[in-house]
């Protein structure tokens, strides 16, 4: 009768264990780069927010897949590198993600290797001018910082970014 009932309680620890492992371990686990898209007649600096699968394969065998990342906001500054004086601050009006609403300021973010993107800013090579892409507001030649704060679940990630703006071709880069 004792080790009947040791054995039932060693199950039900395996099974809850195998419960929390998905809680535990498949969190979202959001990380932030910048990417440059040559589109025709000019290129879009872009900020590209992923949440990338679990690679492990033991884990996958037990069924553990990364949760998506919800009610994601995302604030960015550009600033001016030397002065730091602020040319333009705000919530990220749409995050495009491959799945969702391309409009959505809250947005869902999957687990995926392909990222949900917002635009930072943008260059059309007929007019050589930068542009902030909220705003449209024309940035002058220069060194800028990109300061981009994504809140997501209990999440709180930080990054800063340099980009350039110049005369020549290709009038934006990152830096």
């Known amino acids: 009768m004792v080790v009947a009932a040791l054995i039932i309680s060693i199950v039900a620890l395996v099974l809850a264990v195998i419960a929390l492992l998905p809680i535990m371990l498949g969190k ?55 002065s730091q004086r602020v040319i333009h601050t705000g919530i990220v009006p749409n995050i495009k993600t491959w799945n969702g609403r391309a409009d959505a300021i809250r947005a869902t973010i999957p687990s995926s290797f392909i990222p949900s993107q917002f635009e930072v800013a943008f260059v059309k090579y007929d007019d050589r001018k930068t542009r902030e892409f909220s705003t449209k507001t024309i940035l002058p030649i220069g060194k800028y910082v990109v300061k981009v704060t994504v809140l997501a679940q209990e999440k709180h990630i930080e990054r800063e970014k340099l980009f350039i703006v110049k005369s020549q071709h290709p009038f934006a880069s990152w830096g």
């Open 28 to 82: 979202p686990k959001l990380t932030l780069e910048f990417s440059v898209n040559e589109i025709e007649g000019g290129r879009i600096l872009s900020c590209d927010a992923f949440n990338l699968p679990i690679r492990s394969r033991l884990l996958n065998q037990f069924g553990i897949k990364r949760l998506p990342a919800e009610d994601v906001v995302v604030r960015y500054s550009i600033e001016e590198y030397e």
